[in-house]
Each structure stands twice: as structure tokens, then as C-alpha cells.
């Protein structure tokens, strides 16, 4: 069973950081490329970063130079590392395969002082 967990999420002041984890199973992560999405309160998802099987990466302008997208295909993870963060980044963050459509169950990440 095609299965991603997100962990990592909480809460942060404005200007710390969080990384992000995605915990993939049922298929073996070097083949697809992944992405991080995210969904603030009333809107719909959008998308934050993506890392492709090869290793190049891309990034919303919204965060780049702020937050890096990263796998560990021995250890079947994504990583989001956040710095940075505004209370803008707040919302919940999603792990998607595109491959399947296949989606976690999303973690909050909430920026507040």
C-alpha cells in the first residue's frame, strides 16, 4: 500500500525554523519525484517545492531562498527545511506523489509570536 506521513509541523516564531518530514512506503522513492504542497486556511493548495528523481529541485518564489527541499531515498524520506518563517508560511503542508496523485494526511505549521 502506496502510503506518505508527514511529520514536523508545529508551531515557530517568526524567524525560526522547522523541518519537515515525509515517510514514504509501498514503493521505492528514487523512482518519482516528490513534492511539498500546502493549503492555507480558505484557499486551495498550491505548491511549495519539488524535488524530481535526479535531484534538481524547484521552488515557489514565495519561499525561495528560504526553504530547501531534500530526500534520503536509503531512508524512504522527504525533508522541508523552513527558515525564516512568516506567519504567511502558516498552513497545512502536504506531501504529494504526482505519479498516482497520491497525497499524506498533512501536518499544520502555524508562525506566530
Known amino acids: 500500500q502506496v502510503q506518505l506521513v508527514e511529520t514536523g509541523g508545529g508551531l515557530a516564531q517568526p524567524g525560526a525554523s522547522l523541518r519537515l518530514s515525509c515517510v514514504v512506503s509501498?514503493?521505492?522513492?528514487?523512482?518519482?519525484?516528490m513534492h511539498w504542497y500546502r493549503q492555507i486556511q480558505g484557499n486551495s493548495r498550491e505548491p511549495v517545492a519539488t524535488v524530481m528523481g535526479d535531484g534538481r529541485t524547484t521552488y515557489a518564489d514565495s519561499v525561495k531562498g528560504r526553504f530547501t527541499i531534500s530526500r534520503d531515498n536509503a531512508k524512504k524520506t522527504v525533508y522541508l527545511q523552513m527558515n525564516s518563517l512568516k506567519p504567511e508560511d502558516t498552513a497545512v503542508y502536504f506531501c504529494?506523489?504526482?505519479?498516482?496523485?497520491?497525497w499524506g494526511q498533512g501536518t499544520q505549521v502555524t508562525v506566530s509570536s
Open positions: 504529494y506523489r504526482s505519479s498516482g496523485n497520491i
Open positions: 509501498g514503493f521505492t522513492l528514487k523512482y518519482y519525484s
